[in-house]
């Protein structure tokens, strides 16, 4: 069983948090390259960003549940299938938050600027409830969560890059 001698809790809060920075970094990534011009109707938006996320979701899951197979040698059971549902839950709140902005907002521009800034946040919130979790001052937990989201930029800069 992947989740080894961890508690199915643990495990599937984990699967769930990893999917949705996973799902944010990419779609962060993918709005930062759009000119808000190019945007078709925020309709077409809500609908892409959700097919995209369903779709990465699925390859992340199906690339998740074939290398549990082959490295832990174990057949799929009901944690795995718990934990794919845990990763599709998280990836999908991460692209339900991103399209928030297209349904509230109606300019364009700045539906796409909202969500580049909530998508900004999901990593660096993740820093700093890592940092308060440690025990670090709320100062200093600001801090590394600044640092967590240069960081998460870099990356998905890095990624654009490499692409274009």
């Known amino acids: 069983m992947a989740a080894g001698a961890q508690d199915e809790k643990t495990v599937?809060?984990?699967?769930?948090?990893?999917?949705?920075?996973?799902?944010?970094?990419?779609l962060w990534a993918t709005a930062l390259i759009i000119p808000p011009e190019l945007l078709p109707s925020k309709w077409i938006v809500v609908a892409e960003v959700f097919g995209i996320a369903v779709g990465l979701l699925l390859m992340h899951w199906l690339a998740f549940s074939l290398a549990v197979q082959l490295v832990d040698r174990a057949d799929l059971d009901a944690m795995l299938v718990k934990e794919g549902v845990a990763q599709l839950a998280g990836g999908l709140a991460v692209a339900a938050v991103a399209v928030v902005p297209f349904i509230v907002i109606d300019r364009m521009n700045l539906a796409l600027t909202a969500t580049l800034w909530l998508l900004a946040a999901i990593p660096a919130l993740t820093g700093y409830a890592i940092a308060r979790q440690r025990g670090e001052s709320r100062g200093r937990s600001a801090g590394i969560?600044?640092?967590v989201a240069f960081a998460a930029f870099a990356v998905v800069w890095f990624k654009i890059w490499l692409t274009y």
């Open 12 to 26: 599937l809060m984990r699967e769930f948090v990893v999917s949705a920075l996973y799902l944010a970094l990419a």
């Open 145 to 147: 969560a600044l640092a």
